[in-house]
């Protein structure tokens, strides 16, 4: 009887090992897939965050996810401006070949804020949202859109989110007490708001949804898009905090405290998803959107650009350049920084590498997943791009560590090329051009390869022969 019950085991044992490769193949083949919480402040400057120099305004929790993650000094925007940084982020193609080029276009629609040429996503462009959704991946969007109107093709809900709510036009998230937001295609009334009252925050309207959207949806792979309004004016806020009895003026106060209370909601984020049980499966992007809308004057107290020239609009680095961290634990290297140059065209296939997803073909960004995951990555070949559309027009392009500006795009006469080492002159101080002649041609071949024309956003002083044709 004993062999036959040791013969039985055996026979069991056999069986279970047969069975362990195929199960092995199986959980392959279908790995778990990482959470994605990408968190963009708006008009941030790169120096806001303490972890990036800031003195006067407390970020606790934004330093504490540079202290466990990746921080990048020299990470870029896609746009100097809200609505074509966004479509960059969102399409992985540059300015010089995305849809959304400019805040207003030629064409487009009329927005709710009343401004003329608000030209949305178009229905062939595809978003790491509908990537990510097709994959799998629950999908919401949280805060500031401006990809598109309502009953347009760049509606959020047309462009791979599950979930939409917040503005979808971006002159409207300039008040924070609003009579209404968006839920998916519908308004959102707020009933604290009518009537001149001012009892419903949108940015707290906004964390509480991202923080609920965590905890329904804890238990399968999400995808949490999240650019939040502040600290973008009007700086308004309730409750101004440790800055209430500072001796500065109330706007400076109120620009602290929305920065702060930014930063505790990075800080109500990472402890949801420590209760909940993923943050140790969850990459947490945190960026802003473009440089600081202010500089000069009282706001030289916040020194919000650091070292950098310029701020928002500007081709400087102070108007493009902003703040970078990412965190997974695991494959994110901890209290790290990276001087790796990328920008928001990457964040589109990088994610993609991330999920085992493939990009679309005609991208402009790489994937810098291998970076991300402590690996040297040499990709200081290739070149940057940008184009600015507003007053008086400019392209810009960053090739190793050269950059290349040509303002007065809008004008017949174009400015010349300005040339700048910002390995030897961060502060963009000292135009080289006339010392390095070929890198001004490079930088002018770059400015002709990377601009496809676009029937909406054309350079001012072409439109009178365009309007001929």
């Given at each position: 009887?004993?062999?036959?019950?040791?013969?039985?085991?055996?026979?069991?044992?056999?069986?279970?090992?047969?069975?362990?490769?195929?199960?092995?193949?199986?959980?392959?083949?279908?790995?778990?897939?990482?959470?994605?919480?990408?968190?963009?402040?708006?008009?941030?400057?790169?120096?806001?965050?303490?972890?990036?120099?800031?003195?006067?305004?407390?970020?606790?929790?934004?330093?504490?996810?540079?202290?466990?993650?990746?921080?990048?000094?020299?990470?870029?925007?896609?746009?100097?401006?809200?609505?074509?940084?966004?479509?960059?982020?969102?399409?992985?193609?540059?300015?010089?070949?995305?849809?959304?080029?400019?805040?207003?276009?030629?064409?487009?629609?009329?927005?709710?804020?009343?401004?003329?040429?608000?030209?949305?996503?178009?229905?062939?462009?595809?978003?790491?949202?509908?990537?990510?959704?097709?994959?799998?991946?629950?999908?919401?969007?949280?805060?500031?859109?401006?990809?598109?109107?309502?009953?347009?093709?760049?509606?959020?809900?047309?462009?791979?989110?599950?979930?939409?709510?917040?503005?979808?036009?971006?002159?409207?998230?300039?008040?924070?007490?609003?009579?209404?937001?968006?839920?998916?295609?519908?308004?959102?009334?707020?009933?604290?708001?009518?009537?001149?009252?001012?009892?419903?925050?949108?940015?707290?309207?906004?964390?509480?949804?991202?923080?609920?959207?965590?905890?329904?949806?804890?238990?399968?792979?999400?995808?949490?898009?999240?650019?939040?309004?502040?600290?973008?004016?009007?700086?308004?806020?309730?409750?101004?905090?440790?800055?209430?009895?500072?001796?500065?003026?109330?706007?400076?106060?109120?620009?602290?405290?929305?920065?702060?209370?930014?930063?505790?909601?990075?800080?109500?984020?990472?402890?949801?998803?420590?209760?909940?049980?993923?943050?140790?499966?969850?990459?947490?992007?945190?960026?802003?959107?473009?440089?600081?809308?202010?500089?000069?004057?009282?706001?030289?107290?916040?020194?919000?650009?650091?070292?950098?020239?310029?701020?928002?609009?500007d081709a400087y680095e102070g108007g493009i350049r902003v703040p970078m961290i990412v965190r997974y634990p695991g494959t994110v290297p901890s209290g790290k920084s990276s001087d790796l140059v990328w920008y928001f065209a990457d964040i589109l296939p990088t994610l993609a590498d991330i999920t085992g997803i493939k990009p679309p073909e005609n991208i402009d960004?790489?994937?810098?997943?291998?970076?991300?995951?402590?690996?040297?990555?040499?990709?200081?070949?290739?070149?940057?791009?940008?184009?600015?559309?507003?007053?008086?027009?400019?392209?810009?392009?960053?090739?190793?560590?050269?950059?290349?500006?040509?303002?007065?795009?809008?004008?017949?006469?174009?400015?010349?090329?300005?040339?700048?080492?910002?390995?030897?002159?961060?502060?963009?101080?000292?135009?080289?051009?006339?010392?390095?002649?070929?890198?001004?041609?490079?930088?002018?071949?770059?400015?002709?390869?990377?601009?496809?024309?676009?029937?909406?956003?054309?350079?001012?002083?072409?439109?009178?022969?365009?309007?001929?044709?």
């Open positions: 009887m004993k062999h036959v019950e040791v013969f039985t085991l055996f026979i069991i044992l056999m069986i279970a090992e047969s069975c362990l490769p195929s199960a092995r193949k199986q959980k392959e083949h279908y790995p778990t897939k990482p959470n994605i919480i990408f968190i963009m402040a708006d008009d941030l400057g790169y120096a806001d965050p303490g972890c990036y120099g800031q003195e006067s305004i407390q970020t606790p929790h934004i330093d504490q996810l540079a202290a466990e993650g990746l921080q990048f000094t020299q990470c870029y925007s896609g746009a100097a401006v809200c609505a074509p940084a966004r479509s960059v982020l969102m399409t992985g193609r540059h300015t010089g070949h995305t849809t959304v080029r400019g805040n207003f276009g030629r064409g487009g629609v009329t927005g709710l804020g009343g401004g003329e040429g608000r030209v949305p996503l178009a229905e062939e462009d595809v978003t790491i949202a509908q990537l990510l959704q097709r994959a799998g991946y629950r999908t919401a969007m949280v805060g500031k859109w401006g990809l598109g109107e309502p009953h347009t093709s760049g509606e959020p809900n047309k462009k791979g989110f599950d979930e939409f709510f917040g503005f979808l036009n971006q002159r409207r998230a300039h008040s924070y007490y609003p009579e209404y937001i968006w839920k998916d295609t519908t308004r959102y009334p707020l009933a604290g708001n009518q009537n001149g009252l001012k009892k419903q925050y949108t940015h707290d309207l906004f964390a509480e949804y991202a923080l609920d959207f965590i905890k329904r949806n804890a238990g399968q792979p999400f995808f949490l898009y999240l650019p939040f309004c502040i600290p973008h004016e009007a700086y308004e806020i309730a409750d101004l905090g440790k800055y209430k009895g500072k001796v500065w003026n109330d706007t400076l106060k109120a620009y602290a405290a929305m920065v702060s209370r930014l930063d505790s909601t990075v800080g109500l984020i990472m402890q949801t998803l420590k209760e909940v049980g993923i943050e140790e499966k969850t990459w947490v992007f945190f960026t802003s959107d473009n440089g600081p809308a202010h500089i000069t004057g009282n706001w030289e107290l916040f020194n919000s650009n650091g070292p950098l020239r310029g701020g928002k609009r960004g790489i994937s810098v997943l291998p970076t991300l995951s402590g690996k040297q990555q040499g990709i200081s070949d290739r070149y940057l791009y940008w184009e600015f559309y507003e007053k008086k027009g400019w392209r810009a392009t960053r090739f190793g560590d050269w950059k290349a500006i040509q303002q007065g795009m809008n004008q017949a006469v174009h400015q010349p090329v300005e040339l700048y080492n910002l390995k030897e002159d961060g502060g963009e101080a000292h135009d080289l051009a006339t010392q390095f002649p070929e890198l001004v041609l490079k930088a002018e071949q770059i400015f002709g390869e990377a601009h496809d024309p676009s029937p909406n956003f054309v350079w001012k002083y072409l439109l009178d022969s365009i309007g001929k044709q």
